[in-house]
């Protein structure tokens, strides 16, 4: 039956939403969305109010805590939000800031010179979305306590104790997990935003700790303070690089009138040459990131490419032919630059503040960045001609790379003729529904071909290791056919031509042995992504498939397993299920504590062979006291938590007999074999070995496939390792992998 239409529609279907119901149906509106981004951009909306009170001189130290039952804290030592009877609202003035949108101290100036909250939704906003919220504040000498619930007041304001001098801020919060589908706080995220803001305000120091840990049981803990300021910063980012200039400093100042009145504008701009041919652009407004950019951004572009064009001109080291071609992307080849301003009453695209929309400092910033970069050329002329060869270096490869270029363009989306001859595309034209397949060789990429599902599954096979992206120009790159094979099938174009919304497959999905070649296919692959074509990553477009490493049978029935540790978990399981486990006095262990102590043995098996594949001794490592080094930490950690349990570790290296089943080495072999009896195990050494139904059932089938989505948590993080292992500079990669070496598990499966 047809649905039946409804043609009422008056006053009574208008809805009008008071106060945080608007923010509670609508969340996205207010803070992008309600998956990981917006979880944690609660965050930044209370630690950018403490910023806030840094940047008006009154808060020095800022402390944001993870707490073990997943809320968190900020904790600031401002001035504390005013607790005094508002004069219009009649309530507390903190219970106004937290229940009622565009209520905040920060729209007339007289507090705030500058900072980051603009519509005073901000707190408010994470005070709705959040299942509880609880608020300390220090002031007048007083301890203020107040609680909230989704928006509500639950406990009134009232004094809890006395605080003496001091003042400040506390706020609690728990997410409420009706509105978000994540469930918890990443210390990686966090970090790069906190590290970001101690960067810019290098006055300040910020203590964060995660007290709940990663699912590993990995805890992080890390104060930030650097003195040198967005100086300091752009190191940081270069940290690996090789700079070909230093890092060259310089700010300013102007006023702006606007209808509303004469502001002062400021400006800080440093900036970086390296060698390497990628760009890092972090822009700030009052220590917001805008990770669109916006009009300080588009002013400093202008003042670079204006100022580099006007020094080489004049002095001769650009040639007038040369002038012509010459764009700002070669002037910015390896540059790195933080440009941080303060803004009055700044004009945000969006409540996420992700784009500066204000159009009177885009001719500042480029007023500012045109008069002190022209200086400090002047005065350094060596430094001056460097930039300018790179420069010129940079637009060369570019004009040698169009010839390169012209073979990956396509006349539209689903032309397939100008496709590449190997892709085995699918007949699914929707790009949301369909997947590409990167398969490592001819022979897994025949398999993938025969088992796949032909109308939404496109498979390209590679043919040995692409050309590493990290180090080499776009000219060479586009000349690697592998490259230009991707490129034309993925079907964004590259360069000029890039569009990401012409992108063929919404999964692009990175496929390769479970070896060491595989590995580093793979990582060639995402150094690729990563530099190249990044929006895909942030899209959510780039996958890594997870083939299984073990295919177990036992009386007709088969399973995969992904990992050996998965494996050894399986085994142990099966072992137990007939099998006595005795402990120290002979007395049979119950089944869930035989299983804990079964799990730590194979763990601590696993740390003392990996070890001792790299030359140390297991037990030597684990009684000096001076040992250092992540092989050492992680031996006191397994045979402490041992320990914990009832054991020592000499019951694991001794010759006696610790439990009435022998040795400790010695149960866990035998359990684990027990698991073993009437089992068929095969590893597979790589994808090839599978048949087509086989790999297209464990690691293609969209019901039964585990993949890892591609991400970007820390977009600075993610730049320096691929700088490290990926770039030129040897002795910062010897020592990463020295320094790491026993933490590697499964490197040649």
């Not at 993938?448 to 060479?476: F, S, Y």
């Given at each position: 039956m047809a649905e039946e239409k409804n043609g009422n529609y008056n006053a009574e279907n208008i809805q009008v939403l008071e106060g945080m119901e608007a923010v509670r149906k609508r969340p996205a509106m207010y803070i992008g969305d309600t998956g990981e981004r917006g979880y944690h951009h609660l965050v930044y909306e209370v630690v950018d109010n403490s910023i806030d009170e840094a940047l008006a001189g009154y808060c020095s130290l800022i402390d944001v805590v993870i707490n073990r039952d997943g809320s968190l804290t900020v904790r600031d030592n401002g001035r504390g939000i005013p607790v005094d009877m508002h004069p219009t609202q009649h309530k507390p003035a903190i219970e106004v800031v937290l229940t009622v949108l565009h209520a905040g101290g920060k729209f007339d100036g007289s507090n705030y010179k500058v900072s980051g909250g603009l519509h005073g939704v901000g707190v408010?906003?994470?005070?709705?979305?959040?299942?509880?919220?609880?608020?300390?504040?220090?002031?007048g000498g007083k301890l203020h306590h107040i609680e909230f619930s989704r928006g509500h007041v639950t406990r009134p304001l009232e004094v809890v104790g006395d605080c003496g001098d001091e003042t400040g801020t506390t706020v609690t919060f728990f997410p409420d997990h009706t509105i978000f589908t994540c469930r918890k706080f990443k210390a990686s995220i966090l970090a790069a935003r906190l590290r970001e803001l101690a960067f810019l305000n290098k006055g300040v120091t910020i203590h964060f700790k995660d007290e709940e840990g990663d699912e590993n049981g990995h805890f992080f803990e890390e104060t930030f303070h650097y003195e040198g300021g967005i100086d300091a910063f752009v190191e940081y980012l270069n940290a690996n690089?090789?700079?070909?200039?230093?890092?060259i400093h310089f700010e300013g100042q102007r006023e702006c009138t606007r209808l509303d009145g004469t502001y002062l504008i400021q400006a800080e701009v440093s900036m970086q040459y390296t060698d390497t041919y990628s760009t890092i652009e972090q822009t700030y407004c009052n220590n917001i990131h805008t990770v669109e950019g916006g009009t300080h951004l588009s002013g400093f572009r202008r003042a670079l490419t204006a100022t580099v064009k006007g020094y080489g001109e004049r002095n001769k080291l650009i040639k007038e032919k040369e002038l012509a071609s010459l764009t700002g992307d070669d002037m910015r080849e390896g540059l790195t630059v933080v440009v941080s301003v303060k803004v009055p009453q700044p004009q945000f695209e969006g409540q996420t503040k992700t784009k500066l929309g204000n159009g009177e400092v885009d001719g500042i910033v480029s007023g500012i960045v045109s008069e002190k970069l022209m200086t400090f050329f002047e005065e350094n002329p060596a430094v001056a001609k460097t930039i300018i060869e790179k420069t010129l270096l940079a637009n060369r490869a570019r004009e040698a790379a169009r010839a390169a270029r012209e073979s990956t363009r396509r006349k539209g989306v689903m032309d397939?003729?100008?496709?590449p001859g190997k892709l085995r595309d699918c007949s699914e034209r929707d790009p949301a529904k369909t997947e590409l397949y990167l398969v490592e060789g001819d022979s897994a990429g025949g398999s993938a071909c025969k088992g796949r599902n032909?109308?939404?599954?496109?498979?390209?096979?590679l043919r040995g290791k692409i050309i590493n992206v990290e180090k080499a120009r776009i000219d060479r790159m586009l000349a690697n056919n592998e490259v230009r094979t991707m490129i034309t099938a993925i079907g964004c174009g590259f360069g000029e031509e890039w569009d990401v919304s012409k992108a063929r497959y919404h999964k692009i999905v990175i496929m390769t042995d479970a070896d060491v070649d595989g590995a580093h296919i793979r990582t060639?692959?995402?150094?690729?992504?990563?530099?190249?074509?990044?929006?895909?990553?942030?899209k959510g477009y780039v996958y890594i498939a997870q083939p299984p490493l073990y295919k177990v049978e036992r009386k007709k029935k088969t399973e995969y397993v992904l990992t050996d540790g998965e494996l050894t978990e399986k085994l142990l399981t099966l072992g137990l299920d007939d099998y006595e486990v005795k402990g120290k006095d002979g007395a049979p262990l119950d089944r869930e504590r035989a299983r804990a102590l079964l799990v730590l043995l194979a763990e601590i098996e696993a740390t003392a062979k990996m070890v001792g594949e790299r030359g140390f001794d297991a037990a030597a490592?684990?009684?000096?006291?001076?040992?250092?080094?992540?092989?050492?930490?992680m031996l006191k950690k397994e045979f402490s938590s041992l320990s914990g349990i009832g054991y020592a570790a000499e019951d694991w290296f001794g010759t006696n007999a610790p439990t009435a089943n022998g040795p400790l080495v010695k149960l866990l072999d035998a359990v684990r074999n027990h698991g073993k009896q009437g089992l068929a195990i095969m590893r597979f050494k790589g994808l090839g070995e599978m048949d087509a139904d086989e790999l297209y059932d464990t690691t293609m089938n969209p019901e039964k496939r585990h993949m890892l989505r591609v991400k970007l948590e820390d977009a600075v993080k993610a730049d320096q390792m691929f700088t490290l292992l990926m770039g030129d500079e040897v002795e910062p990669r010897r020592k990463f992998i020295e320094d790491n070496a026993l933490n590697v598990r499964n490197l040649d499966f």
């Amino acid at each position: 039956m047809a649905e039946e239409k409804n043609g009422n529609y008056n006053a009574e279907n208008i809805q009008v939403l008071e106060g945080m119901e608007a923010v509670r149906k609508r969340p996205a509106m207010y803070i992008g969305d309600t998956g990981e981004r917006g979880y944690h951009h609660l965050v930044y909306e209370v630690v950018d109010n403490s910023i806030d009170e840094a940047l008006a001189g009154y808060c020095s130290l800022i402390d944001v805590v993870i707490n073990r039952d997943g809320s968190l804290t900020v904790r600031d030592n401002g001035r504390g939000i005013p607790v005094d009877m508002h004069p219009t609202q009649h309530k507390p003035a903190i219970e106004v800031v937290l229940t009622v949108l565009h209520a905040g101290g920060k729209f007339d100036g007289s507090n705030y010179k500058v900072s980051g909250g603009l519509h005073g939704v901000g707190v408010s906003c994470v005070n709705a979305l959040s299942d509880w919220m609880k608020v300390d504040v220090k002031r007048g000498g007083k301890l203020h306590h107040i609680e909230f619930s989704r928006g509500h007041v639950t406990r009134p304001l009232e004094v809890v104790g006395d605080c003496g001098d001091e003042t400040g801020t506390t706020v609690t919060f728990f997410p409420d997990h009706t509105i978000f589908t994540c469930r918890k706080f990443k210390a990686s995220i966090l970090a790069a935003r906190l590290r970001e803001l101690a960067f810019l305000n290098k006055g300040v120091t910020i203590h964060f700790k995660d007290e709940e840990g990663d699912e590993n049981g990995h805890f992080f803990e890390e104060t930030f303070h650097y003195e040198g300021g967005i100086d300091a910063f752009v190191e940081y980012l270069n940290a690996n690089k090789a700079p070909i200039s230093p890092v060259i400093h310089f700010e300013g100042q102007r006023e702006c009138t606007r209808l509303d009145g004469t502001y002062l504008i400021q400006a800080e701009v440093s900036m970086q040459y390296t060698d390497t041919y990628s760009t890092i652009e972090q822009t700030y407004c009052n220590n917001i990131h805008t990770v669109e950019g916006g009009t300080h951004l588009s002013g400093f572009r202008r003042a670079l490419t204006a100022t580099v064009k006007g020094y080489g001109e004049r002095n001769k080291l650009i040639k007038e032919k040369e002038l012509a071609s010459l764009t700002g992307d070669d002037m910015r080849e390896g540059l790195t630059v933080v440009v941080s301003v303060k803004v009055p009453q700044p004009q945000f695209e969006g409540q996420t503040k992700t784009k500066l929309g204000n159009g009177e400092v885009d001719g500042i910033v480029s007023g500012i960045v045109s008069e002190k970069l022209m200086t400090f050329f002047e005065e350094n002329p060596a430094v001056a001609k460097t930039i300018i060869e790179k420069t010129l270096l940079a637009n060369r490869a570019r004009e040698a790379a169009r010839a390169a270029r012209e073979s990956t363009r396509r006349k539209g989306v689903m032309d397939g003729l100008s496709l590449p001859g190997k892709l085995r595309d699918c007949s699914e034209r929707d790009p949301a529904k369909t997947e590409l397949y990167l398969v490592e060789g001819d022979s897994a990429g025949g398999s993938a071909c025969k088992g796949r599902n032909r109308a939404t599954q496109a498979i390209l096979p590679l043919r040995g290791k692409i050309i590493n992206v990290e180090k080499a120009r776009i000219d060479r790159m586009l000349a690697n056919n592998e490259v230009r094979t991707m490129i034309t099938a993925i079907g964004c174009g590259f360069g000029e031509e890039w569009d990401v919304s012409k992108a063929r497959y919404h999964k692009i999905v990175i496929m390769t042995d479970a070896d060491v070649d595989g590995a580093h296919i793979r990582t060639l692959l995402l150094t690729f992504f990563y530099r190249r074509m990044p929006e895909l990553i942030e899209k959510g477009y780039v996958y890594i498939a997870q083939p299984p490493l073990y295919k177990v049978e036992r009386k007709k029935k088969t399973e995969y397993v992904l990992t050996d540790g998965e494996l050894t978990e399986k085994l142990l399981t099966l072992g137990l299920d007939d099998y006595e486990v005795k402990g120290k006095d002979g007395a049979p262990l119950d089944r869930e504590r035989a299983r804990a102590l079964l799990v730590l043995l194979a763990e601590i098996e696993a740390t003392a062979k990996m070890v001792g594949e790299r030359g140390f001794d297991a037990a030597a490592l684990l009684k000096d006291e001076t040992a250092q080094g992540s092989g050492a930490s992680m031996l006191k950690k397994e045979f402490s938590s041992l320990s914990g349990i009832g054991y020592a570790a000499e019951d694991w290296f001794g010759t006696n007999a610790p439990t009435a089943n022998g040795p400790l080495v010695k149960l866990l072999d035998a359990v684990r074999n027990h698991g073993k009896q009437g089992l068929a195990i095969m590893r597979f050494k790589g994808l090839g070995e599978m048949d087509a139904d086989e790999l297209y059932d464990t690691t293609m089938n969209p019901e039964k496939r585990h993949m890892l989505r591609v991400k970007l948590e820390d977009a600075v993080k993610a730049d320096q390792m691929f700088t490290l292992l990926m770039g030129d500079e040897v002795e910062p990669r010897r020592k990463f992998i020295e320094d790491n070496a026993l933490n590697v598990r499964n490197l040649d499966f």
